[in-house]
């Protein structure tokens, strides 16, 4: 037990540095700050910092990133945090002493570890901070449990009582802060300290895609002047990857992982324990997000979750301004492919899916083991939350909105593109900044990877990311015919640099051709030849494009240029009308007219861009990409506009009144002219009546023949014939009737594939027509009562 003296001194002192910090918020303030917290760690035991983390420490957190406490008015305020002013100054001196506070390696973050492992301090971290999903399920009983398991980083960490709470030691209560702050700046929220539980987004809100100044990366370039070393949160973020996150020789901080013999006594267990913990944090805070499908279906499936959030969190895009953040995690998290010698041979080896780290709906592997297995590549962790992190941006980028929010998510996904062109020179900005030392430096020992390109050893990443490749660039195609008119110049630039990805490696593309053979290969059983030796990945990469696009290919989407079962096949190379041979040819023919109206300085710069484009896409295909189309653009009317002479799903020639919508007509995106609630009641209550109908499956033989022959003569006698009891009979003969009317309108409904929908009165119209009506019959009533 601590001394009477030493606590209260410890209290009192934890108090006026709490008091010191909360109005430090000028550059002198700040680094005396600073000082002042170093001093205090140093002079006390771990033991006795119990008040220094229970008061001070918080209040640290609440300044560094401008969070605000409970008494901040909820009215917007300038951003007060350390990082913004250090951001506004841009004092490096300033920059150098709270990153030093900071640091891995400083005062504070050894104390950290030293009362977490003594169990001096526990938090109470706010659930409204949590990802939306997490959110969602906590406020389920049900789910509750299940979370847990499903979310490794708030495994042991949720305590049931009166009410649900998230529990966490030092070191995480500050990375959960850590992890919150780009996702709280990206939406704009101020005061994140106060428990004002988060309302729910609007569908398409654009101002959550408007850009946030101050925080890294969401400017469009950064200032000329502006230092990297200022740049502190990204700074500080690099700095803890590369301490808590293994990249080199996994494999040598997992020795027993995957056996059962025991741990040898110099293995430290805690180091993957908190990598992984980091990882998902991290993951699931920016990349998962909102997302209304955060957990693999099957996964999701085996502990009885359903998404109770995905009519909360449908059709919302991600939060913008996380490219940097986002972009350094990739890149750094690749870069344990990269130094992990992980090569084909080692896939082929095990003969097993691309997913084969993840639990199949066939086998008896438990998710409990996932722990269990060896970590080879922290690509796995990124696989699929990245796919719809990517997918969900194109998708659901809302119209009108900047195209430069969407330029972020594309850079982020050419990164993944292209794992054989990082390098630790990537990181030799943020290595110079640590270090103190200049850029220069550190170049001469960069890892010599730049000039190699795609060879054979990235053939099994390829392979386990093939969808990054094929189905997602199919969707990227119509994320640019929806956005070309936006940025005629940006959209084909876009265009080119992922055609020119495609095409930069002849091996690649021979491997992408060989899989789409595979994939595409009619074969009704295991006893069939395989096409090629990549048939063994085709059920495994099907299984991937149903789970990685679950609820996104057959989306409501409005504006979405691939709708419901367009995308259940991979037509990348198809030369079909929605293949990817023809929507390109489009896109051509489309961007040669946008950019007629780009200013002439440009212009020659981007019709060169057009040409290059033709050449590239020929490349890929193997031929001529401009082919004779099926209709002529008629030269009689100049003063057609672009809308009316491209359309967006083909070059066919059709008017506009005879296009339909190709999905499922009743759950079509809610029109102007309805009423949101009572369409989705309406929808809700048709679904119902046409699956307690049986008007969901269409008739088939076997009905047809039992109708057939149920419908018969029937033989009347005589005494049967005499015997009519009057009404009674007669009234039982007029219900019979009634019901056999009515199934034959069922049967004639089943046949001809007509089902109940009663969204129609959800319209405004009809609704407005229903109010007269009502209107009229009371004045009606009112008048005749008046007048007798």
């Given at each position: 037990m601590l001394p009477h003296s030493y606590t209260v001194d410890s209290l009192s002192q934890s108090q006026d540095l709490a008091s010191s910090i909360l109005a430090a918020s000028t550059p002198p303030q700040?680094?005396?700050?600073?000082?002042?917290?170093?001093?205090?760690?140093?002079?006390?035991?771990?033991?006795?910092?119990?008040?220094?983390?229970?008061?001070?420490?918080?209040?640290?957190?609440?300044?560094?990133?401008?969070?605000?406490?409970?008494?901040?008015?909820?009215?917007?305020?300038?951003?007060?945090?350390?990082?913004?002013?250090?951001?506004?100054?841009?004092?490096?001196?300033?920059?150098?002493?709270?990153?030093?506070?900071?640091?891995?390696?400083?005062?504070?973050?050894?104390?950290?570890?030293?009362?977490?492992?003594?169990?001096?301090?526990?938090?109470?971290?706010?659930?409204?901070?949590?990802?939306?999903?997490?959110?969602?399920?906590?406020?389920?009983?049900?789910?509750?449990?299940?979370?847990?398991?499903?979310?490794?980083?708030?495994?042991?960490?949720?305590?049931?009582?009166?009410?649900?709470?998230?529990?966490?030691?030092?070191?995480?209560?500050?990375?959960?802060?850590?992890?919150?702050?780009?996702?709280?700046?990206?939406?704009?929220?101020?005061?994140?300290?106060?428990?004002?539980?988060?309302?729910?987004?609007?569908?398409?809100?654009?101002?959550?895609?408007?850009?946030?100044?101050?925080?890294?990366?969401?400017?469009?370039?950064?200032?000329?002047?502006?230092?990297?070393?200022?740049?502190?949160?990204?700074?500080?973020?690099?700095?803890?990857?590369?301490?808590?996150?293994?990249?080199?020789?996994?494999?040598?901080?997992?020795?027993?992982?995957?056996?059962?013999?025991?741990?040898?006594?110099?293995?430290?267990?805690?180091?993957?324990?908190?990598?992984?913990?980091?990882?998902?944090?991290?993951?699931?805070?920016?990349?998962?997000?909102?997302?209304?499908?955060?957990?693999?279906?099957?996964?999701?499936?085996?502990f009885g979750v359903g998404p109770p959030f995905r009519s909360a969190v449908e059709e919302i895009p991600p939060t913008c301004g996380l490219e940097e953040v986002v972009k350094l995690l990739v890149k750094y998290l690749n870069l344990s492919w990269v130094t992990s010698g992980v090569g084909s041979e080692n896939y082929v080896e095990y003969g097993e899916s691309p997913r084969w780290k993840t639990p199949s709906s066939g086998s008896s592997f438990h998710v409990a083991n996932l722990s269990l297995r060896p970590l080879t590549s922290w690509n796995t962790h990124l696989q699929r939350p990245l796919y719809r992190y990517i997918l969900r941006?194109?998708?659901?980028?809302?119209?009108?909105?900047?195209?430069?929010?969407?330029?972020?998510?594309?850079?982020?996904?050419?990164?993944?593109?292209?794992?054989?062109?990082?390098s630790l020179d990537d990181f030799s900005d943020l290595e110079a900044a640590l270090n103190g030392s200049v850029k220069d430096a550190k170049k001469e020992e960069s890892y010599e990877s730049r000039g190699c390109g795609y060879t054979s050893l990235w053939q099994s990443y390829v392979i386990s990311n093939y969808l990054y490749y094929s189905s997602l660039v199919m969707h990227f195609i119509g994320f640019a015919h929806k956005f070309l008119h936006t940025d005629p110049e940006m959209i084909t630039q876009m265009v080119l640099k992922v055609m020119s990805i495609l095409t930069s490696s002849k091996d690649l593309l021979v491997l992408m051709k060989n899989i789409d053979k595979a994939f595409h290969s009619k074969q009704s059983g295991p006893g069939n030849s395989t096409v090629n030796e990549f048939s063994k990945f085709v059920p495994s990469i099907r299984e991937q494009l149903k789970d990685w696009e679950d609820g996104l290919c057959e989306s409501n989407a409005d504006g979405s240029f691939l709708h419901e079962n367009w995308n259940k096949d991979l037509k990348l190379f198809s030369d079909c009308e929605d293949g990817g041979q023809q929507l390109l040819q489009l896109f051509i023919l489309r961007a040669e007219v946008e950019m007629q109206a780009v200013p002439e300085k440009n212009l020659s710069e981007a019709l060169k861009c057009v040409d290059t484009l033709k050449q590239v896409v020929s490349n890929f295909f193997g031929g001529h990409v401009i082919k004779p189309i099926a209709f002529s653009l008629d030269l009689d009317h100049p003063q057609k506009n672009r809308d009316e002479l491209f359309k967006p799903r083909g070059a066919m020639n059709q008017m506009a009144s005879s296009v339909k919508?190709?999905?499922?007509?009743?759950?079509?995106?809610?029109?102007?002219?309805?009423?949101?609630?009572?369409?989705?009641?309406?929808?809700?209550?048709?679904?119902?009546?046409?699956?307690?109908?049986?008007?969901?499956?269409?008739?088939?033989?076997?009905?047809?023949?039992?109708?057939?022959?149920?419908?018969?003569?029937?033989?009347?006698?005589?005494?049967?014939?005499?015997?009519?009891?009057?009404?009674?009979?007669?009234?039982?003969?007029?219900?019979?009737?009634?019901?056999?009317?009515?199934?034959?309108?069922?049967?004639?409904?089943?046949?001809?594939?007509?089902?109940?929908?009663?969204?129609?009165?959800?319209?405004?119209?009809f609704l407005m027509l229903l109010f007269l009506y009502v209107v009229f019959v009371l004045l009606k009533r009112f008048v005749t009562r008046m007048i007798w």
């Open positions: 700040i680094s005396a700050a600073c000082s002042s917290v170093e001093s205090f760690l140093h002079s006390h035991t771990p033991d006795q910092c119990r008040h220094f983390f229970s008061i001070t420490f918080p209040s640290l957190i609440c300044k560094i990133f401008g969070f605000g406490d409970a008494t901040t008015a909820p009215s917007p305020s300038p951003p007060n945090g350390w990082i913004d002013v250090i951001a506004a100054v841009n004092d490096s001196d300033l920059s150098g002493k709270v990153f030093s506070l900071l640091s891995p390696s400083g005062i504070l973050m050894s104390s950290i570890f030293a009362v977490d492992k003594l169990s001096l301090v526990k938090y109470v971290f706010p659930v409204e901070r949590l990802p939306e999903y997490a959110r969602f399920m906590l406020s389920s009983e049900k789910d509750r449990t299940a979370l847990s398991n499903l979310c490794p980083f708030l495994k042991g960490k949720i305590e049931e009582g009166s009410s649900c709470e998230v529990r966490l030691n030092v070191f995480e209560y500050y990375m959960f802060w850590l992890s919150y702050y780009p996702i709280c700046r990206g939406n704009n929220d101020g005061s994140s300290m106060n428990m004002i539980p988060v309302q729910k987004k609007k569908m398409f809100r654009l101002e959550s895609w408007t850009r946030i100044r101050g925080f890294p990366g969401s400017s469009g370039k950064r200032d000329s002047d502006q230092k990297l070393e200022c740049n502190l949160y990204v700074r500080i973020l690099y700095s803890y990857l590369k301490e808590f996150v293994p990249v080199f020789d996994l494999n040598a901080h997992q020795p027993y992982r995957s056996s059962l013999l025991q741990y040898g006594n110099g293995y430290d267990g805690s180091v993957m324990a908190r990598a992984e913990f980091l990882v998902n944090l991290f993951v699931h805070y920016w990349i998962v997000e909102n997302d209304f499908s955060p957990f693999p279906v099957v996964t999701a499936k085996s941006s194109f998708l659901f980028c809302p119209i009108g909105s900047s195209i430069k929010n969407a330029s972020q998510v594309f850079s982020i996904w050419v990164t993944y593109l292209e794992p054989w062109m990082i919508y190709k999905g499922d007509w009743m759950t079509r995106p809610v029109s102007e002219d309805e009423v949101a609630w009572m369409a989705k009641l309406l929808i809700n209550i048709s679904i119902w009546l046409n699956e307690r109908l049986g008007l969901n499956q269409p008739e088939t033989n076997s009905d047809k023949k039992e109708n057939s022959e149920s419908v018969s003569y029937v033989d009347v006698s005589e005494v049967d014939s005499r015997n009519v009891a009057g009404p009674g009979d007669a009234g039982r003969m007029m219900l019979r009737g009634v019901v056999m009317l009515f199934g034959s309108v069922l049967q004639l409904m089943r046949r001809y594939g007509v089902r109940v929908n009663l969204r129609v009165m959800a319209s405004k119209k």
